[in-house]
């Protein structure tokens, strides 16, 4: 499984991505359109500050812009540099730990590398869903401040730039990005699915095709928002519901699978010689990674019977 890891970890860029940059830039170099113009040179000037922002050891990261786009999504001022730094002194302390306990060296740089590959993914995972709890909960709100300013007679995007300025935190910073865009020549369609695609969140998407219907087919925006705001605070009651239903049956999962790994620990803290046998007789080594893989599957299976889509 590490050969696994490393061998995705070091296989070169993507040729499908680089041909489809490639024929990115040809269109955008004959595009006769305003609009095209603009965005090849905002993706030009965007591409040369990585170029120079990047270090060497960056650029053989492979899927370096989905990670780099990952972590945009935090909110935070993470570079993909310091990323990979945490990554490299979390399989050294995890190692070291792991040595210091006498575990084998294989084992020992199994758990570095699996520590170092998965906390800050983890931890990049828990503060962009964090940011997007923190969107959706004020997101209405941001709604219904646009439908105020729709009813007394301000354009669109005056009603973006006061939700902007009006409400902190990830909605004020989302459409501040979007008001900018909109500024620098983009359509309000494209500035709008652009911060949908960095969200990447359900409500963020009624909103921009509410947006672009009543673009395309007129009628009365300030009603439709009003509806769409209700209806989002519904959603996110009945995913309280939810929550408050499934939390007995997530508890109890958590215990089911921490528990044989709990006990693993403490029966190694105090008879490492008892469990040595899973680190070098081939028939417990089986077993013991057959476990592993059932316990996954396990964990896997309770997981999508807790896990409800609205």
Request: aromatic share 8%.
């Amino acid at each position: 499984m590490a050969f696994a890891v490393l061998a995705i970890l070091l296989q070169g860029p993507s040729a499908g991505k680089a041909k489809s940059r490639r024929l990115a830039m040809v269109k955008d170099r004959h595009a006769a359109s305003t609009e095209a113009v603009v965005a090849a040179q905002m993706r030009k000037t965007i591409q040369s500050v990585g170029r120079r922002g990047n270090s060497s050891l960056t650029s053989l990261l492979p899927r370096r812009e989905e990670l780099e786009k990952r972590i945009r999504r935090t909110g935070k001022s993470w570079t993909l540099t310091q990323y990979m730094f945490a990554s490299m002194g979390l399989f050294v302390v995890a190692t070291g730990a792991m040595l210091i306990v006498r575990a084998p060296f294989p084992m020992a740089a199994l758990v570095g590398l699996l520590i170092s590959l998965g906390l800050p993914y983890l931890v990049v995972g828990m503060a962009i869903k964090k940011r997007v709890a923190q969107f959706n909960a004020r997101f209405p709100d941001a709604i219904d401040l646009l439908v105020r300013g729709l009813r007394s007679g301000l354009p669109v995007t005056e009603t973006f730039q006061v939700v902007s300025q009006e409400l902190p935190g990830p909605v004020g910073e989302e459409f501040k990005g979007v008001v900018e865009r909109i500024r620098i020549g983009n359509t309000m369609e494209a500035a709008l699915q652009e911060t949908a695609e960095m969200l990447g969140t359900p409500e963020f998407q009624f909103f921009c095709i509410t947006i672009q219907i009543q673009r395309e087919t007129g009628g009365n925006l300030a009603e439709t928002l009003a509806n769409l705001s209700d209806v989002l605070r519904k959603r996110a009651q009945m995913k309280l519901k939810i929550r408050a239903m499934s939390s007995e049956a997530k508890a109890s999962a958590y215990i089911v699978g921490a528990l044989p790994f709990f006990v693993f620990g403490v029966v190694w803290t105090v008879n490492p010689s008892y469990l040595a046998g899973f680190f070098v007789e081939q028939r417990l080594i089986v077993a013991g990674i057959g476990g592993l893989i059932w316990m996954s599957i396990g964990a896997g299976i309770m997981a999508k019977m807790v896990n409800f889509e609205i």
